[in-house]
């Protein structure tokens, strides 16, 4: 009987070996421990890139690390939004394959004494890092009421997730770009929320998996098995919300409640499956083009390829898959 026992743990342990040896270890980019990478932190807890033979770490750094990181080969995909596409812009060879959102989940609040837009004339402005997508929107919101961000308000780059938060409590900052749940703490200690980006008429790509060109070109079967994995992430986030709170308030490390907050605020932005269309891909670009000044910008499907995230769609729809 001890020899049965054995020779059962024995082969446990090679069966474990040898799933070992076949995972592939891949490094991903992400910009911040935020709801934004609800998709990847699903997919991976969830197992998803396990079935596919993937090792995935997510690796956290700021927005313009890791677009540099992916363009030198250092992490393999990213899931940087409009942070890359002045890269992009500037013919960085690299594409859209997938997006989880397509509304900017970011809100201005200030000092409850700055009541508009205007009053932030002469004050200091928190984002998480300069060439962010919250710079950028900022630095639109301040020229839509006269300012120039840089000349008129000084935009401080002060960390990612509640970090900004923080530099507005202590007064580092007068105001700051907040994402889930620094808003939600914005909004419980008395600070004045000026322009909520949800609601205004602008489209955002977060969440997204960039790819750079030589990983298309010379490892597709990677990008496929990545896509997959990441699109069941997708499907079980956008399909199960017990499931989307349990695994995202250990990764956020929030109680359940106010992730189950973060949920009800952040499920309106998704996009259907993972892509956009056109109309909304060009409206991704138009702020940004107008920004930075770009005369001729690439066409688009040289900065978007949805197709492998819409055959992978369809196959799983075909086999009536649904998340665990």
Known sequence: MAIRRS???FFLLLSTAAEAQESRKVYVAIPAVTPAVSTFVIARDKGYYREEGL???????????????????????????GASVPALLRGAPLKF??????????WL???????????????????SSLGSGPDSIVRDILKKHGLDGGRDAVILPVGSGTARFFALQAGTVDAAMLSIPANFM?????????????????????GSIL???TVLESEPALAEKFVRGSVKGFITFRDSRATAVQILSKFLRLKEDMVGRI????????????????????????????RSGVKDPPPLSKIYDFSLTRK???????KGWRPS
């Open 186 to 206: 914005a909004q419980d200690a008395g600070y004045r929320e000026l322009v909520s980006l949800v609601d205004q008429d602008l489209v955002e790509l977060q």
């Open 109 to 127: 609040y200030s000092k409850p004494e700055i009541k508009t837009v205007a009053d932030l004339k002469g004050k200091k402005i928190g984002v």
């Open 263 to 290: 949920y009800d605020r952040f499920r309106p932005g998704l996009t259907p499956d993972g892509t956009i269309n056109e109309a909304t891909q060009r409206k991704a670009l138009e702020h940004i083009i107008e």
């Open 7 to 9: 020779l059962v743990v």
């Open 55 to 81: 090792d995935v770490e997510l690796v956290q750094m700021p927005s313009a690390v890791g677009t540099q990181a992916l363009i030198a080969g250092n992490v393999k995909f990213s899931t940087l939004g």
């Open 97 to 106: 394959l997938f997006s989880t959102f397509h509304k900017p989940m970011f």
């Open 312 to 318: 992978i769609n369809d196959e799983l729809k075909a």
């Open 211 to 213: 790819a750079p060109a």
